[in-house]
Structures are given as structure tokens and as C-alpha cells.
T-cell receptor, first 113, second 111 residues
Framework: GAVVSQHPSRVICKSGTSVKIECRSLDFQATTMFWYRQFPKQSLMLMATSNEGSKATYEQGVEKDKFLINHASLTLSTLTVTSAHPEDSSFYIC?????????FGPGTRLLVL | QKEVEQDPGPLSVPEGAIVSLNCTYSNSAFQYFMWYRQYSRKGPELLMYTYSSGNKEDGRFTAQVDKSSKYISLFIRDSQPSDSATYLCAMSVNAGNMLTFGGGTRLMVKP
């Protein structure tokens, strides 16, 4: 199957700092990548759709100025959590589609102190 | 009512049992159906992918889609303790498009 990586796998930061999470498709090109957020014992919640070379599409209720998405190449999308606060602590997962279905990265656990 | 319904479990079975996991949905436009397995603190792993109605088998896993009933199933034969995880059904209208997930079913296979 297709391989999607994420970096870092885990990050702890102080409140008010910004954190960047990278999502890479390792063996295929992805014009579209997706960013999800998952709280404990809950399903995935789509945050935004990242499109290579254009602006991301955010889901209702997701602050685009808070969660900056950049899809600069066909294999890399980044999510930057700006001025992070404790309520932003969560598990962030990206996915990419080589052909017909989505393959997920291993996730990034963010803890904001 | 959620667009995709899935029993959260937990579902506890003995090793070697046949496991049946199910989802129902309301949007008749869904055409692509997937099952993902998610271990704790890991990203979802694609198990099965089916287009439209029918059955698909891969090793110990069988996926069934009944579009007339808006019902999909995943069967796991000879279940193993390593199958203990949360299973998520997901579906989409178009290929590679936004997925709609069920809430996930937590499965525990006891040795």
C-alpha cells in the first residue's frame, strides 16, 4: 500500500508558541491531502482539505488563521498550529490519496502546556 | 441522526472466533466503502476497499456492501489477539474524495 509519513510523531510545546507538522507521501504524488483531528475515544474529524498549489478548504468551525495549511509540492503538506493553547492538544493525522482511497499517516500527538 | 452509524462496542470475543463488524448509512450517493483498523495512538490503516455493492475477500478479512439496505460489514475469521483495535468504516461519494467516518468499533480478542 501507499506510504504516508508525518513528522514529528510527538511534540510538547508551551502555550503561545507555533507548531509545524509535516505530512509526506513517500511513494506517490498527491494533489490533495487531508488533515484530521482526533480526540481520545472519538472518530476522526476532518479539519481541512489541502490542495497543491492553491488554498486549503477548511471545514465549518475550523479557524483558518489558527491552523495554517501549506501544500507546496505534490508530496508535502504542512499544518501549522499558530499560538497554540492547551485546548489545541490533540492527535493530528493527515491522509493522501494515490488513486481512489485515502492512506493515513501515523499521526502527531500535540501537547500544549 | 449521524450520516454513518457504527456500534462503538466494545466487542469482546475469544481468540479464533469469527467477528462481524457493521455500519449503516443514510446517504445513497456513497459509492466507495472502506474499513480501517486503528491501534491506540496510531494512524488508521486501510484494511479493505470496495466499490459499490458486493463482496471482497483478503486473507482473513471479508468486506460486504449492500447498497440496497445501506449496510456494510467486515468479517474477520480466526480472530487473533493482534486484531484487537478500533475498526472504522468510511465511505465517500467520489474516488479520493472526502471520507465520512463511522464512530468506530472497539474490538478486543482475548487469548
Amino acid at each position: 500500500g501507499a506510504v504516508v509519513s508525518q513528522h514529528p510523531s510527538r511534540v510538547i510545546c508551551k502555550s503561545g508558541t507555533s507548531v509545524k507538522i509535516e505530512c509526506r507521501s513517500l511513494d506517490f504524488q498527491a494533489t490533495t491531502m487531508f488533515w484530521y483531528r482526533q480526540f481520545p475515544k472519538q472518530s476522526l474529524m476532518l479539519m481541512a482539505t489541502s490542495n497543491e498549489g492553491s488554498k486549503a478548504t477548511y471545514e465549518q468551525g475550523v479557524e483558518k488563521d489558527k491552523f495554517l495549511i501549506n501544500h507546496a509540492s505534490l508530496t508535502l503538506s504542512t499544518l501549522t498550529v499558530t499560538s497554540a493553547h492547551p485546548e489545541d492538544s490533540s492527535f493530528y493525522i493527515c491522509s493522501a490519496t494515490p488513486v481512489e482511497t485515502q492512506y493515513f499517516g501515523p499521526g502527531t500527538r500535540l501537547l500544549v502546556l | 441522526q449521524k450520516e454513518v452509524e457504527q456500534d462503538p462496542g466494545p466487542l469482546s470475543v475469544p481468540e479464533g472466533a469469527i467477528v462481524s463488524l457493521n455500519c449503516t448509512y443514510s446517504n445513497s450517493a456513497f459509492q466507495y466503502f472502506m474499513w480501517y483498523r486503528q491501534y491506540s495512538r496510531k494512524g488508521p490503516e486501510l484494511l479493505m476497499y470496495t466499490y459499490s455493492s458486493g463482496n471482497k475477500e483478503d486473507g482473513r478479512f471479508t468486506a460486504q456492501v449492500d447498497k440496497s439496505s445501506k449496510y456494510i460489514s467486515l468479517f474477520i475469521r480466526d480472530s487473533q489477539p493482534s486484531d484487537s483495535a478500533t475498526y472504522l468504516c468510511a465511505m465517500s461519494v467520489n474516488a479520493g474524495n472526502m471520507l465520512t467516518f463511522g464512530g468506530g468499533t472497539r474490538l478486543m480478542v482475548k487469548p
